[in-house]
Structure formats: C-alpha cells, structure tokens
C-alpha cells in the first residue's frame, strides 16, 4: 500500500530532531455548498534537523517512531 504524502507549513522547530507541521486542506461543505479550511498538526521526524518554522515542507507517513511521530520529513523549501 503506497504511503501518504501531505504538504504543510512548519510551526513549531523547538525539540530535537522534530518539527510540527500546519496541513491544511479545503473542501466543499456537502450542504452549505461553501468551500471550508481544515487544519490538523502532525509530528514528524527530522533527521538532520533541517526545518525551520514556517518552511514548506513534505512529510511522509511511516512506521511509528515515538508515541506521537508517525511521519518523516521528505524535503524541505525555504519559504
């Protein structure tokens, strides 16, 4: 089964090899017919410790890593 791969926005880059990352996602309210934002934060792993707060970044699910961390961090871009 091929892995999900989300892009977000880096927002938090303070503990040691993980950052948390702003997904955002639009759609269209199946009543209201509005289009509607919702947001969710995931952890992930960032090996190098590469990503800085607010970097557009790829994450990737994966095995799990700790309690929370279910994503690796694929590439980062400078924002």
Known sequence: ???RILT???V?????RTVTV??????THPVMK?????SKKYTAHDADNAAK??????IRECS????TKRWELLAADQA
């Open 1 to 3: 089964m091929p892995k």
């Open 8 to 10: 977000g926005r880096v």
């Open 12 to 16: 938090s880059d303070r503990r040691d």
């Open 22 to 27: 702003l997904v955002e996602r639009r759609f």
């Open 34 to 38: 509005k289009t509607v934002r919702k």
């Open 53 to 58: 707060t607010g970097d557009i970044v790829r």
């Open 64 to 67: 799990p890593i700790s309690k």
